[in-house]
């Protein structure tokens, strides 16, 4: 897994951009559908090219990845708000792994 520097804040609207140099790598591409699950306390985003019944989210403009309102509260509930972007470059998947929360109360 390689970090690529962003960090995310689970909010009541969450968006963020993948680099355009790691969207190519791991096939990610506008109009895409992203596959996410929870798996080990973690986000995981696949970008696949045929429909599923699974939570996902169409890949935006710019490599735009929007996560659903069924993820979000999951986290939430756990109190749960910052994560770390991570790409796992041999399955192409896109990894959000939690912050540890005391980090950022201040």
């Keep these: 897994m390689i970090p690529i520097g962003i960090t ?7 968006l963020f ?7 190519s790598k791991i096939k990610i591409e ?17 970008a696949c090219d045929q429909y599923t019944t699974e939570i996902t989210s169409t890949i935006g403009r710019e490599g735009q990845i929007y996560i659903p309102t069924e993820v979000r509260d999951h986290f939430n509930l756990k109190g749960i708000k910052h ?4 790409i796992d470059e ?9 912050l540890e929360e005391r980090l950022y109360e201040e």
């Design 83 to 86: 994560f770390k972007v991570f």
């Design 30 to 46: 506008q109009g895409n559908i992203a596959k996410i699950w929870i798996q080990n306390n973690s986000v995981i985003i696949k």
């Design 8 to 14: 995310v804040k689970m909010s009541k609207r969450i």
């Design 90 to 98: 041999v399955n192409r998947n896109i990894i959000l792994k939690p």
């Design 17 to 23: 951009r993948i680099p355009s140099t790691w969207r």
